[in-house]
């Protein structure tokens, strides 16, 4: 066994996302220098072709497959038209979701621009069924969004981590662009501009860390944008991270 030190593990994280910080809206990110792009991949489905980097895997390479399960065990024979992956990093979770039949059409943002730029690989290189049928918003608000584009499924694995009144161990470790949200802003934004967005049937299913959140951290600014949550639950034995998913209030 080998036990990694916080020097060194804290090291090898600067070396992951470095040390750069690049400032949106106030708030500070650290962006590292896109030295790697690209040049990984990951198959989903033995079908679609998914290309990253190695700062741009936020967990979805295993993820994505467990939510394409969840929302089939949940909706079980429902095709949506529009699937929008929020804080969709290179898209793992969304191709998922286009690959397996659940959505026609698949739309990707993301704040990262090295992540757009492995999405637009993906899609050069996508199978000829599916041109035409992804588009990427690179985007730090979903105001930059056609106004008349509605969503039937929107699904995400955003930053898990409120780094406001977070001890100070959790400051250091999670202040980064994946994972931190400060004062939950990433999530208030969210809410407040998607309900426009999400058609009168429409679900959302957002993956979060049980460490990091509950419901009743989200409740407020969910019920502040006329949404509900209707259901919040994990898998059976990994209940380190759950879903919630949440609906129209008048759905
Ligand atoms: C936990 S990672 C998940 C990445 C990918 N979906 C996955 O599952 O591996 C969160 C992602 O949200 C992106 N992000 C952070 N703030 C954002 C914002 N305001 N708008 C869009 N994307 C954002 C980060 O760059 C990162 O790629």
């Not at 621009?113 to 690179?138: G, R």
Request: charged share 20%.
């Amino acid at each position: 066994m080998k036990l990694v030190n916080y020097q060194e593990w804290s090291a090898e994280r600067q070396s992951i996302y470095g040390t750069n910080t690049n400032t949106v809206d106030n708030k500070t990110y650290f962006f590292m220098n896109p030295s790697v792009l690209c040049d990984k991949t990951h198959v989903v489905n033995n079908d679609i072709t998914v290309y990253f980097g190695r700062d741009m895997d936020g967990g979805g390479t295993s993820f994505a497959a467990e939510m394409h399960n969840v929302v089939r065990y949940l909706y079980p024979t429902r095709v949506f038209n529009n699937c929008f992956e929020w804080c969709s990093g290179p898209g793992y979770i969304g191709f998922e979701m286009l690959s397996r039949g659940i959505c026609n059409n698949l739309f990707l943002g993301e704040i990262y621009k090295p992540c757009v730029t492995a999405i637009e690989k993906t899609m050069a290189n996508l199978p000829d069924k599916y041109k035409n049928k992804v588009s990427v918003s690179h985007l730090h608000c979903l105001d930059v969004l056609p106004g008349n584009l509605e969503f039937d499924l929107v699904v995400s694995n955003p930053p898990h981590w409120n780094t406001v009144g977070e001890t100070m161990a959790s400051k250091i470790k999670f202040l980064d662009r994946t994972s931190a949200d400060s004062d939950w802003a990433i999530h208030k934004n969210f809410f407040i501009n998607i309900k426009k967005h999400l058609a009168p049937n429409g679900v959302i299913l957002l993956l979060e860390s049980s460490y990091a959140s509950g419901p009743d951290s989200f409740r407020e600014f969910i019920e502040a944008a006329e949404l509900t949550i209707t259901k919040v639950f994990w898998k059976e034995g990994a209940n380190d991270f759950y879903y919630l998913e949440i609906q129209h209030k008048d759905h």
